[in-house]
């Protein structure tokens, strides 16, 4: 397990539509590998773009390799044991984010 991309440096988001038809803002968290696939984690924005609920969606993430150009396919997740460990892989990500900002912390204060 491990983390193929990470966009802290720029905002990304993307736009999802909902089985309703609704249309919901999402910024990327990060796209992890779990057991060999690629899955995206999005947090869903209000019209402010800002997350209200801290609740974050996972989905299976594919590109087509031959052609970078084109869309990115995001699929749902309806295994339970398959959604649960991504949602263990990304905790862990989160735990790896707070030591990071932990260490970058204690290396400001001796500066």
């Known amino acids: 397990m491990g983390k193929k991309n990470d966009f ?3 905002e990304m988001t993307v736009e999802l539509e909902l089985d309703d038809g609704t249309n919901v803002n ?3 968290i990060t796209i992890i590998t ?5 899955y995206i984690v999005l947090l869903p924005l209000n019209e402010e ?3 209200e609920d ?3 969606w996972f989905y299976r993430y594919s590109e087509n390799p031959d052609d970078p ?3 990115p396919v995001l699929d749902y997740i309806d ?3 398959e959604y649960e460990a991504v949602a263990d892989a990304f905790d862990e ?3 790896n984010c707070e030591f990071d900002e932990l260490i970058e912390d204690e290396e400001e204060d001796e500066e």
């Open 54 to 56: 801290g609740e974050v």
């Open 34 to 38: 779990v057991n060999s696939k690629d």
């Open 93 to 95: 990500y989160l735990d």
């Open 69 to 71: 150009n084109e869309e």
């Open 8 to 10: 802290e440096d720029e």
């Open 49 to 51: 773009g800002e997350n």
């Open 79 to 81: 295994d339970d044991d």
């Open 26 to 28: 999402c910024a990327v």
